[in-house]
Nanobody, 116 residues
Framework: VQLQASGGGLVQAGGSLRLSCAAP???????????MAWFRQAPGKERESVAS???????NYSDSVKGRFTISRDNGKKTVYLQMNSLKSEDTSVYYC????????WGQGTLVTVSS
């Protein structure tokens, strides 16, 4: 399953962005049963999980984004969101969404660049 993230861009430190991830039609009928997550990968670093949400709405965050990022889902729209507030330069990465645990297929991701 390959999910496509969108909504990235250039933002100043302290600013906000909201990322979206729309599920492909192939999983529409089962989307509400999947746990989902957002991941990111900065240049020269390994991909890391930043936020996850279970099928029934339980959320979990990495320490680096806790209190600043909020993951949510709209099962009717088959979409997962990542609201990112108080952005820091170290949040600069390509952000991906995937199942949790992730499938072997990754979408293109969306680039978030935070300028200091």
């Amino acid at each position: 399953v390959q999910l496509q993230a969108s909504g990235g861009g250039l933002v100043q430190a302290g600013g906000s962005l909201r990322l979206s991830c729309a599920a492909p039609r192939s999983i529409f009928s089962v989307f509400r049963g999947y746990d989902m997550a957002w991941f990111r990968q900065a240049p020269g670093k390994e991909r890391e999980s930043v936020a996850s949400i279970t099928w029934n709405g339980r959320t979990n965050y990495s320490d680096s984004v806790k209190g600043r990022f909020t993951i949510s889902r709209d099962n009717g729209k088959k979409t997962v969101y990542l609201q990112m507030n108080s952005l820091k330069s170290e949040d600069t990465s390509v952000y991906y969404c995937n199942l949790d645990p992730p499938s072997n297929e990754w979408g293109q991701g969306t680039l978030v660049t935070v300028s200091s």
